[in-house]
């Protein structure tokens, strides 16, 4: 079998890779046949439907935030303790745990979290070398060699600075598909794959936001399943709090618009989560179809949160003692986030300042980045950081919804959305998040 070169992200200012379990190679062509693209498939029992119009509510909601919190379940598993781990730009150094903790989610952001038994465990020895490969090899950004990883051009190292980190550290998934993601060796990160994501990431690593993103380090095999392997982003944090943002106006893309007038499969799970927040949203129809479609569903998740009003909502909050908020679906005027976010930061002014300062500099980036302009970021999310020590970071993570614009259309991720122009608010809503923190330390000074 041919071998290919596994992909190394590149990583600045971070001393030497390590990637000796990774030395199990496979040949792309072969491994096409085991892609698995997770793509939100279709539930049974599904009848057909119209294509709503648009509908954006801008007036504050009278409901209160609301916070129901969930201790996290953990469990410790992969253990590698003593392994030096590979060097992580994404990483900011702090105490590594010997454990890595798992969550079980449930598909929907409301659900009650699940037992920890059905937990996805991982009982892979990964001192075991493990078949990792590239698809779409970007020759500019990856190296042959192992030791010398390949700085990108443009690069703007503005993370924080890294520490070494060890093999395994602690990671919890706070919002997402449940069973996405499994420990990687060497700490790394796999998520199952996607190959909008797949390329996105890969298009990343020579773009100027690599220092905002995941290191990607190439497709990984387990158990017949493809992964994308990424930095854990948590690794080098103590006991962290976690907040997942998901970023624009706009959480679906032109493309399921054009699908679900096409092929219009209203879905019974999405009317079921729909009444249970609110038993008055769906219209008479839905309610006679018991179903909605996927764009109805997403366009009235849009307009019960922030993410018309703000262009960002919270998806969910881990404290650093490990309980779990969700229940954010009806956060949607700016006072209802501010309240969350101050929650989140524990009023700390550093915390806010280190996040302010690292979502401008983000925004500078963003402004003039190739891979930015090109792109509609759609279900993007971003990945807030901190622990006690005062360390903080923010990171764009989930690409599975960033499609490349057809040439030579661009984007400025401000302008409104309307169809065919494929804007989705990204910007906006950032402008939107750096003036709340910035506020916000205003009031926290007086
Ligand atoms: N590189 C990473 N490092 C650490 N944690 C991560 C990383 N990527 C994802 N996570 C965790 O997993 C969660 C879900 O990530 P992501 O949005 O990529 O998953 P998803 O299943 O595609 O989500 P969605 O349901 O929005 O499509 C995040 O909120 C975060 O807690
Ligand atoms: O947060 P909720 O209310 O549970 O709704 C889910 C959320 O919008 C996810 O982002 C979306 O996945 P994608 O972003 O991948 O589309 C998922 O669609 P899905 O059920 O089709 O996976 C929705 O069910």
């Not at 990583?11 to 030497?16: A, H, I, K, L």
């Not at 294509?51 to 509510?57: N, R, S």
């Not at 158990?223 to 948590?234: A, G, I, P």
Request: with cysteine; aromatic share 6%.
């Amino acid at each position: 079998m041919t071998k290919t070169p596994v992909t190394e992200a590149p990583c600045q200012s971070m001393g030497e890779n390590n990637h000796s379990s990774l030395n199990e190679l496979v040949e792309p062509v072969t491994r096409l046949k085991h892609q698995n693209v997770r793509c939100p498939t279709v539930p049974a029992g599904h009848v057909t439907g119209v294509v709503p119009q648009l509908v954006v509510t801008c007036e504050p909601t009278p409901s209160r935030f609301e916070h129901k919190t969930t201790r996290t379940n953990a469990l410790s598993f992969c253990s590698h303790p003593d392994e030096e781990s590979v060097c992580s730009d994404s990483g900011i150094g702090g105490s590594p745990a010997p454990s890595l903790l798992y969550r079980k989610l449930s598909n929907s952001s409301s659900a009650v979290l699940s037992p920890a038994s059905s937990f996805e465990e991982c009982d892979e020895d990964f001192s075991e070398p493990c078949a990792i490969v590239t698809r779409n090899s970007a020759p500019e950004v990856c190296s042959e060699s192992k030791n010398e990883p390949m700085k990108p051009r443009n690069m703007v190292n503005s993370s924080p600075a890294p520490a070494p980190l060890r093999a395994a550290s602690p990671w919890v998934q706070v919002v997402g598909h449940a069973g996405n993601f499994r420990a990687g060796p060497d700490g790394k990160l796999l998520k199952k794959y996607c190959e909008s994501e797949q390329r996105c990431l890969q298009k990343l690593m020579g773009d100027s936001l690599r220092p905002y993103v995941p290191g990607y380090y190439g497709i990984m095999q387990q158990d017949h399943q493809d992964y994308n392997t990424m930095d854990n982003l948590l690794a080098g944090f103590d006991s962290p709090c976690i907040m997942d943002c998901k970023m624009g106006t706009r959480t679906y893309l032109e493309e399921d618009l054009r699908k679900a007038r096409e092929s219009p499969q209203p879905r019974k799970d999405m009317y079921e989560k729909m009444v249970a927040v609110d038993l008055s949203a769906p219209s008479p129809d839905e309610h006679a179809q018991k179903a909605v479609l996927k764009t109805r569903y997403m366009q009235w998740r849009e307009s019960l949160s922030s993410t018309a009003t703000l262009g960002f909502r919270i998806e969910g909050i881990q404290k650093a003692d490990g309980t779990v908020n969700t229940n954010f679906k009806k956060t949607k005027c700016k006072e209802q986030v501010v309240e969350a976010l101050q929650d989140f930061v524990g009023k700390s002014i550093p915390v806010v300042r280190s996040y302010q300062k690292r979502l401008k500099e983000m925004r500078q980036v963003l402004e003039n980045s190739d891979f930015f302009r090109a792109h509609e970021v759609v279900g993007s999310s971003l990945l807030f950081i901190h622990d006690r020590t005062g360390k903080a970071g923010v990171w764009m993570i989930d690409f599975g919804k960033t499609l490349p614009l057809p040439p030579p259309l661009t984007v400025d991720h401000r302008t409104p959305w309307m169809e065919g122009n494929h804007e989705d608010g990204y910007l906006w809503g950032l402008d939107n998040f750096i003036d709340i923190l910035t506020n916000m330390l205003l009031v926290l000074k007086e």
